[in-house]
């Protein structure tokens, strides 16, 4: 099998929490393999300053400042995308949230958004994203940046509906490779599901409790770019071939 991101190389690839962590490294490496990216997020500051940096790399990164629990703000991301930039070839479903409480005592706010960003936040971008696809008859890659807390259910204290979400993840994933194929569509669909990795929801938050702190100090942990790898990965993959990576 050859891997190869030759195919993508000017397209137009949405990647949506790229702000920061996971994220923003899946973001700078497809702009280092020459993909025009749109980083969605809400600290879209964070973005436009990661752009001036790349501003010599093979792509280019352009930020798009959209809060993901309104449907509303995630249309007009991929309309400003589709007027300004081009049909979107490729999406990355990253965005994530967390909030620190034990089940049988949350608050439901808070799992609200944690469904809104999570599942529905992804099934929107989705529906959008495979719409231009199929109206313009794009072979196109879809990947949700999943856990493997998708896959089992292991206790982490506090991670109350989390867990859940991410289960929805890897049902929504398997969910849309089979309408895909019963539509005779050549999208391709990935699920990325990483174990711990250094972000903004571990090490480098600052609202990280020290109980969750001292638990992910002593276990191994990936760094985003071992995400991003694994991205470029999936999307190097000849296009009869369906990948997901679980690290």
């Not at 929490?17 to 809400?42: H, K, M, T």
């Not at 940046?145 to 989390?162: F, L, R, T």
């Not at 049902?171 to 711990?196: D, F, H, M, W, Y």
């Not at 480098?204 to 985003?224: H, M, N």
């Amino acid at each position: 099998m050859v891997l190869s991101m030759d195919r993508w190389v000017g397209k137009v690839a949405v990647v949506t929490g790229a702000s920061a962590g996971i994220g923003a490294a899946i973001a700078d490496a497809l702009v280092e393999n020459g993909l025009i990216v749109v980083g969605i997020a809400r600290r879209a500051d964070l973005i436009e300053k990661r752009a001036k940096e790349l501003s010599n790399k093979k792509g280019k990164l352009y930020a798009f400042k959209a809060d993901l629990t309104r449907e509303d703000e995630i249309l007009s991301a991929f309309k400003w995308t589709e007027d300004n930039l081009g049909h979107v070839h490729v999406l990355v479903n990253n965005a994530a949230f967390i909030s620190e409480e034990l089940l049988v005592e949350g608050n439901t706010e808070t799992w609200k958004r944690s469904f809104d960003v999570n599942v529905l936040a992804l099934c929107i971008a989705t529906r959008e994203a495979v719409k231009i696809m199929r109206e313009n008859d794009i072979k196109g890659h879809i990947v949700h940046i999943n856990s493997i807390s998708g896959h089992n259910v292991v206790y982490v204290p506090k991670n109350n509906v989390y867990t859940a979400t991410k289960f929805a993840v890897t049902a929504l994933t398997e969910t849309l490779r089979q309408e895909l194929n019963v539509l005779g569509s050549k999208i391709k669909v990935s699920s990325v599901s990483p174990g711990l990795v250094v972000s903004e929801m571990t090490l480098q938050g600052t609202g990280v409790s020290d109980e969750r702190r001292k638990i992910f100090e002593v276990l191994p942990i990936l760094q985003a770019e071992d995400i991003a790898d694994g991205v470029v990965y999936v999307l190097s993959t000849p296009e009869h071939v369906q990948a997901s990576w679980s690290g």
